[in-house]
């Protein structure tokens, strides 16, 4: 009989990481997942217990708690994947883009510790299990790391840069282990995280016209954790119907 794998998905109460954490649990992986709210009632795995954290990433210390929360329920301490998906996109309070002359100093730190500071130290926290089941991460970046985008601030574009960046050094660094370690960067992905103005985005800059669904990120997101990415680390590929072309 083989082993049950096990993944961490980071922010799975709703949204990319939720659609991760269904897949992951469809193909038979135990999945333990961490955000600031309960999952919602009708996820198949809300009853069980140790497998959901309710954490707030957005704190320095707890996300030092959440690896030693995690740790113990890591059965065989063997870590197949980490999805470092957790993330937010604040806006200002009449919805508008909060750019980089404007934004607040704490607002900065805490869209850092979600989007930058987590995945590295959930990843350096978690290096030796997932070395032991050579297993793979993928962190969530975005498109609008690499270029500036209508909607999405600037603490948070210069965040998803940094984690492009750490994506190639971890995966530098983790290659002799046996960990791979890619970046996903969605565009526009139909989600609450998306701004009002984006139907002006689809109609105008998305080549395919469309929004994408959290199942096809899902799906790149499988790819990226089996054998049949057996060769690929310190990749980003984006994800966007054609918008960063
Ligand atoms: N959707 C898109 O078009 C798009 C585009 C580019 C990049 N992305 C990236 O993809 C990832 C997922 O985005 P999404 O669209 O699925 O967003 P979403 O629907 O807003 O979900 C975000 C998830 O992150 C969790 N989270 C946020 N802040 C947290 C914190 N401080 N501590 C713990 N958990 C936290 C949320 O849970 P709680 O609220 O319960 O904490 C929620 O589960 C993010 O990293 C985002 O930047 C998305």
Redesign the pocket.
């Known amino acids: 009989m083989s082993v049950q794998k096990t993944a961490i998905v ?10 991760v954490a269904q897949r992951f649990r469809t193909l038979g992986w135990r999945v333990i997942t ?5 999952l919602p009632d009708q996820c198949p795995w809300a009853a069980e217990s140790n497998t959901h954290i ?6 320095l210390n ?1 996300i030092v708690k959440t690896v030693d929360t995690l740790r113990p329920l890591i059965a065989g301490s063997q870590l197949h994947a980490l999805i ?6 604040p806006k200002g309070p009449n919805g508008e883009r909060m750019n980089s002359l404007t934004t607040d100093l704490d607002e900065w730190q ?1 869209m850092y ?3 930058f500071y ?1 995945p590295l130290v959930l990843t350096r926290g978690f290096a030796q299990e997932l070395s032991n089941a050579k297993g793979a991460v993928v962190n ?5 790391g690499h270029r500036v985008h209508p909607f ?1 601030g600037a603490a ?1 574009a210069t965040s ?1 840069a940094a984690l492009s960046a750490l994506t190639r050094e971890m995966a530098a660094d983790m290659a002799p282990m046996g960990v791979r370690v890619n970046a ?11 701004s009002p103005g ?1 139907s002006a985005i689809v109609d105008n800059v998305i080549p395919m016209h469309r ?2 669904q ?1 199942e096809e ?1 899902a799906d790149l997101i499988e790819f990226l954790c089996s054998e049949k990415s057996s060769y690929i680390t310190g990749a980003e590929m984006a994800i ?1 119907g054609g918008q960063s072309v």
């Open positions: 980071t922010g799975a109460s709703r949204g990319i990481g939720h659609a961490v955000s600031r709210q309960p309710q954490l707030d990433l957005s704190d707890e470092n998906n957790a993330g937010t996109s805490a510790n979600t989007n987590a969530l970046c975005s498109i609008a999405a948070y998803k996903v960067s969605p565009g526009e992905i139909k989600t609450a995280i998306l984006t929004l994408g959290v990120v966007d």
